[in-house]
């Protein structure tokens, strides 16, 4: 059974750094794109980027190049999504998926439970 | 960037009574290789995005068949024939095409009146 578990619910201050994560199992963590998506509290779904964790290629979406940091660790077959300065503006649930063994594909047929991150002073 | 469009944002329904929903993309969703990758996407309260349709009308297993996905180009329509109560919640569209930038619609809420 394919399954993708995150990591738990974080409360951080503005200004700090945070990295959450995404473990796959039952299927070829390596051979397939781990895609994550934003949701701000009340709002819709948007794409943040994705990595293949066969040779950690990555590609962002422009609103979130150069605001988070995606890596994979295909030893242990986790995705991970990191900031090094949160914002307020960061608190959100941020969603982790199967993308799809190609690029261009039907993908996130697979999703984890969310990871609620909250970001206060 | 593809913008998705989706209408209506809300939509109120009777159960027992057909729903749809309206997806329209600023540009043409159809790849090089001739398929559409348009996906459509459940999410209940409190429970992560499901998907119910990949590439415009094939259904996922276990998506009962009173889902149907239809459309081609840049218009595209998600279809209940009779809603239930355990269909409320918000509807996504989502294009694939135009990668690597993935674009959502802003949502479809669904409700039962």
């Known amino acids: 059974e394919v399954q993708l578990v995150q990591s738990g619910a974080e409360v951080k201050k503005p200004g700090e750094s945070l990295k959450i994560s995404c473990k796959g199992s039952g299927y070829s963590f390596t051979s397939y794109w781990i895609g994550w998506v934003r949701q701000m509290p009340g709002k819709g779904l948007e794409w943040m980027g994705i990595i293949y964790p066969g040779d950690s290629d990555t590609r962002y979406s422009p609103s979130f190049q150069g605001q988070v940091t995606i890596s994979a660790d295909k030893s242990i077959s986790t995705a991970y999504l990191q900031w090094s300065s949160l914002k307020a503006s960061d608190t959100a649930m941020y969603y982790c998926?199967?993308?799809?063994?190609?690029?261009?594909?039907?993908?996130?047929?697979?999703w984890g439970q969310g990871t609620l991150v909250t970001v206060s002073s | 960037d593809v913008v998705m469009t989706q209408s209506p944002l809300s939509l109120p329904v009777t159960l027992g009574q057909p729903a749809s929903i309206s997806c329209r993309s600023s540009q043409s969703l159809v790849y090089s290789d001739g398929n559409t990758y348009l996906n459509w996407f459940q999410q209940r309260p409190g429970q992560s995005p499901r998907r119910l349709i990949y590439k415009v009308s094939n259904r996922d297993s276990g998506v009962p068949d009173r889902f149907s996905g239809s459309g081609s180009g840049t218009d595209f329509t998600l279809k209940i024939s009779r809603v239930e109560a355990e269909d409320v919640g918000v509807y996504y569209c989502m294009q694939g095409t135009h990668w690597p930038l993935i674009t959502f619609g802003q949502g479809t809420r669904l409700e039962i009146k």
């Open positions: 998926a199967r993308h799809g063994a190609t690029v261009v594909t039907p993908g996130y047929d697979y």
